[in-house]
C-alpha cells in the first residue's frame, strides 16, 4: 500500500471500431471483439462491471469472455474490473487476451505488470506527449493508456489501465 492507503487496480477494455478513411481500411470486424482476463497474481479480484448483467465476485466470473462495446452517442457501459493490490502495485501481473476475428496472431496476449504500469503513469505525468503502449498494429490495433487517481484523500489509489481495441494503426504518441 501506498502511503498506507488501499490501491485498487482498474483495467477497461473497449472498441472503437475505427471506420475507413484516407490511411486506414478500416476494422471491419470492430464489433466482434472479445476480451478475457485469463489470471492476476499479486492482487485480489473484487468486481467485474459489463452491460448486462452485473457480475458477482468470483474467479469464474473475473475470467469471462466479454463482447466489447463500441462508443456511441449512448454507448453500453465499457467492460471494467477491479482489483484490490495485495501490498504494492508493482507487485501484480494481470494476463488477459484479446481476440479480434480473422486477423493473423490471435488472441492478442497481453502481461500487465505493476512495474511497467508505474513506469507508464510516470511516463504520461511527467512528459508533455501522452504515451500510448501498443499491442498489435494495423487495421484492427491494440493499445493501452495508464493513469493514476489519487487525489481524493478519503478514497484509495487508483491505478486505471485503458485498453482500446479496433484502432486503424494506434501511435505511441496520439498528436504525432
Known amino acids: 500500500m501506498e502511503n ?10 473497449l472498441s472503437q471500431n475505427d471506420q475507413p478513411n484516407t490511411s486506414c ?5 470492430g464489433a466482434e471483439i472479445t476480451a478475457t482476463v485469463t489470471a492476476a497474481s499479486g492482487c485480489t ?7 448486462i448483467p452485473p457480475y458477482p465476485v468470483s474467479n469464474e466470473n473475473m475470467t469471462t469472455s466479454v463482447l466489447l462495446p463500441i462508443p456511441s452517442s449512448t ?12 501490498g504494492k502495485i508493482e507487485d501484480i501481473e ?4 484479446v481476440t479480434t476475428p480473422g486477423y493473423p496472431d490471435q488472441p492478442c496476449k497481453i502481461l500487465l505488470t505493476g512495474k511497467e504500469i508505474v513506469n507508464w503513469v510516470d511516463a504520461n505525468h511527467g512528459g508533455s506527449t501522452p504515451t500510448n503502449q501498443i499491442f498489435q498494429h494495423g487495421n484492427c490495433g491494440i493499445f493501452g493508456y495508464a ?6 484523500s478519503d478514497q ?3 491505478w ?9 494503426d494506434p501511435k505511441v504518441h496520439p498528436s504525432n
Open 4 to 13: 498506507n492507503k488501499p490501491s485498487v487496480f482498474q483495467l477497461s477494455i
Open 25 to 29: 481500411d478500416g476494422c471491419d470486424v
Open 45 to 51: 479480484f473484487l468486481s467485474k462491471s459489463n452491460a
Open 75 to 86: 454507448p453500453p457501459p465499457t467492460p471494467t474490473w477491479f482489483f484490490l493490490v495485495n
Open 94 to 97: 494481470v494476463n488477459l487476451k
Open 147 to 152: 493513469q493514476k487517481n489519487d487525489k481524493d
Open 156 to 158: 484509495p489509489i487508483y
Open 160 to 168: 486505471i489501465y485503458t485498453i482500446t481495441a479496433g484502432v486503424c
